[in-house]
């Protein structure tokens, strides 16, 4: 379980890069719903954090891939493979994510700390 | 329409091809490629491919759902002519597709240097085949000289540098994609290669390469000779449109094209880099190479083509978009530098490579430029295709 903020330190509508490996982004849409995904598109190497946030749909500021934030289900291409979601829980008002122990979809060519 | 042919089966052939079944269409797709390989992604080719960091596989643009596709791939014969009245293609092994529309996506090709074809050492780049070739000869301090620093040179320029070559790269204009994105910001640009350890000659044209065999030298303009191992041509891209001449298509610089696309030719349309579509804006064709626009204009034309069905019949094409990775920066452009009488740094600096800087005509923005600033390019991206007529 990783401590990410206090909750009133992300507002609505904000996203936030958490650098573990590999890093995870956190958004907080503007219907107040918290989701921890992978952070990096798993078409090519950009950041989700710095994508546009609409509803539950993040998209990346690359290519302009469109994942759902609640299945990590490619909602528009060019990606092809789902983004890994993480567990989110909301402790002594901090947000807290529990990391999935699934394989995470990294796009080609990229590796993190020991995988690489 | 019981059959639908595409000719071309790269981004933008394959994004025609899905646009197809993604708008309901249920009849045979043909799909007829030059290149014996199934659709694969191009800009990793100067990056990633090029540094030797992922495989070809990884260019893979077909996902295993693709499949849905139900299309007949037709690969490794360019077609040679299409019939107005028919509207039968012919392939270059003697193959004839006849069918009730055709998609024309045969893209460009790499400008060549004239009398360089035998040259061995000399390289272009477009394909897989040109990368695997190129990257052989990228030897660590071998001496590469990059004739045009666009997005192909500039990249080549970047990655060969960081495989350990003693890279120079040589531009006619006055700096780095200069016609994209201004001098202004160009030179930023060469900047960012002078900080890399990478000899700019910039305003400079070359005046022949030197080698019997293989390459010796680049000869430039001035006199200048410049030793090299390696030499990359990336003076910029051909449309392959000379299968048409014939057809009665109109061509210009590229296939023009209605402003979703329709062809001069009843049920022909065009998309990708051959394609010249009307640009509102501009009021004439105009032909436009990004990546994006060959994934996004797909949709837009074959809504036009197959007449709605749900589909907005005036679906608007957004504003030009492109990125280039160069070294550790990632710059992203989007809109019409060649509107603008002014460029703010609005964030970050040029020195830093961090620079956000916005294009205006008067007050109005036009364009917009990040280097590493992904969220605040985004946003000012979003804007200017809500304000800018395209």
Known sequence: ?116 | MKTITIVGASLAGLYAAQALRAQGYDGEVVVIGNELRRPYDRPPLSKDFLAGKIDADALNLESAGDDDLQANWLLGSPAVSLSTTTREVVLADGTRVGSDAVVIATGARARELPGTANLAGVHVLRTIDDAVALRSELLPGARLVVIGAGFIGGEVAATAKTLGLDVTVVEAMASPLAGPLGVEMGAVVSGLHEAHGVALRCGVGVQRLVGSERVEGVELADGTLLPADVVVVGIGAVPNIEWLVNSGAALGNGIECDHQGRTSIPGVIAVGDCAAWHDVRLGRPHRVEHWTGAMERPAVAVAALLGGGGWSEDRQVNIPYFWSDQYDVRIQFAGHAADADSVTVEEGTAEGHNLLAVYRRGDVPVAVIGMNQPRLFGRWRRQLNAAVSV
Request: glycine content about 6%; overall charge negative.
């Open chain 1, 1 to 116: 379980m990783i401590r990410v903020c206090p909750l009133s330190a992300l507002p609505r509508g904000e996203a936030l890069r958490v650098d573990v490996e590999p890093p995870i982004a956190v958004f907080h849409t503007e219907e107040g719903e918290i989701f921890a995904v992978d952070d990096t598109c798993t078409h090519q190497d950009a950041s989700l954090a710095d994508g546009w946030l609409e509803g539950c749909e993040i998209e990346c500021p690359l290519h302009a891939s469109k994942f759902n934030l609640r299945t990590g289900e490619v909602d528009a291409p060019p990606a092809k493979r789902s983004i890994r979601t993480h567990t989110v829980h909301i402790e002594d008002d901090s947000i807290c994510v529990e990391l999935s122990d699934e394989q995470p979809n990294l796009p080609p060519g990229v590796t993190f700390g020991a995988k690489s």
